[in-house]
C-alpha cells in the first residue's frame, strides 16, 4: 500500500502562485507513475498533470504553460508548480500515484488540499 499526504493548497489572488508537494510513503518501490488531479462540485475529477518514473510529464492543455510537475525521488515527494493562477483553477486538487506505466491509471489517492483563486 502507498499512503500520499498533499499540502500547500490555500487562497491566493487571480495571476498568482502556488506549490502542492506531496509526500508518498509505505510501498513506494511500485510506483511508476505520479499525478495531479482536480475536482470542482459537480464536474468530473481532470487529471491535471502527470510525471513518469523517467521524468516523462503531461498537462491538461488548460494549465500547460502554467503549471509545471516535478519530482523529487530521494523524497519520495512530487510537487506541482502553479503559476499565473486563474479563478477557474479552483478546485479540490488530489495528489496520485500508481503502479503502471499509463500516465492516466492511478491506484493511490491522496486526501486532497483545496486551491482557491480569487478574482
Known amino acids: 500500500q502507498v499512503q500520499l499526504v498533499e499540502s500547500g493548497g490555500g487562497l491566493v489572488q487571480a495571476g498568482g502562485s502556488l506549490r502542492l508537494s506531496c509526500a508518498a510513503s509505505?510501498?513506494?518501490?511500485?510506483?511508476?507513475?505520479m499525478g495531479w488531479y482536480r475536482q470542482t462540485p459537480g464536474k468530473q475529477r481532470e487529471l491535471v498533470a502527470g510525471i513518469r518514473r523517467d521524468m516523462y510529464t503531461n498537462y491538461a492543455d488548460s494549465v500547460k504553460g502554467r503549471f509545471t510537475i516535478s519530482k523529487d525521488n530521494a523524497k519520495n515527494t512530487v510537487y506541482l508548480q502553479m503559476n499565473s493562477l486563474k479563478p477557474e483553477d479552483t478546485a479540490v486538487y488530489y495528489c496520485?500515484?500508481?503502479?503502471?506505466?499509463?500516465?492516466?491509471?492511478?491506484?493511490?489517492w491522496g486526501q486532497g488540499t483545496q486551491v482557491t483563486v480569487s478574482s
Open positions: 509505505g510501498s513506494t518501490f511500485s510506483i511508476n507513475v
Open positions: 496520485s500515484a500508481g503502479d503502471g506505466l499509463d500516465l492516466r491509471r492511478y491506484d493511490y
